[in-house]
């Protein structure tokens, strides 16, 4: 079930996505958050960590699991998520570090990597879970294809998603070809989904998700499926609907 908002400026994406984020911070100090990358999250990354700086809002009992890591980048190389969440989120927050979750794309077995990575997140329950959309309809890095029961595993990232995340890159060939990710079926398990998509590369995307067959060739249109998804749009994003 989508509820849908509409923001007429940037900034609006941001507040409007923060809003189920903060109510379950005061309602649940113990709150258990999914996580995404990319540039979706930013605004949304900014005003939580402001709001922790202003109300000291504690995130010091909470869990976070990010969906997602390129395979062969080290921890610490500057465009893995592990770096990107850190520079974006992490450092403004007080998080435990043992509370923060990304997957290990580095790790030398890749296969108990995943299997790590999921009973970790079968043992917990996510109350909600991050997501922004790839232009070709992937959530986490579920590519077009993927099977709805499918949880951590390693994907091989398509053409046109490592065209788009070339942008962080200086060149397309440093661009990871593999990745981690959380599966259809880890995803769907949160109880709520916030999904935060703008500019018109996402439109269609975004139409056929909530408008489109429910078909593993659009990843995104599973979330039809699920009780409660809120999606929140700039008018770029939202044109097809
Ligand atoms: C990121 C992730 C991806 C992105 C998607 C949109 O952790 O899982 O699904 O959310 O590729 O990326 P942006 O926000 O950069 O357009």
Redo the contacts with the bound molecule.
Sequence with gaps: MFTIKIAKHMDDVATLAYEPFREMLLRNPKSVLGL??????LGLYKLMAQDFKDSHLSYRNVTTY???EYVGLQPDHPQS?HTFMHENLFQYLDLKPENIHVPNGSASDLEDECERYEAALSMTHLDIQL????SNG????NEPGTDFASLTHIVDLKAQ?RL??ARFFETLDEVPTQAI?MGIASIMRSAHIVLIATSVK?AQAIHDMVNGPVTTKVPCSVLQNHPDVLLVLDEASASLL
């Design positions: 995404a990358t990319g540039s979706s999250p990010n969906l997602d998520y997501l922004g959309v790839g992937h959530i986490g890095f998603t788009d995340n990710t996402k």
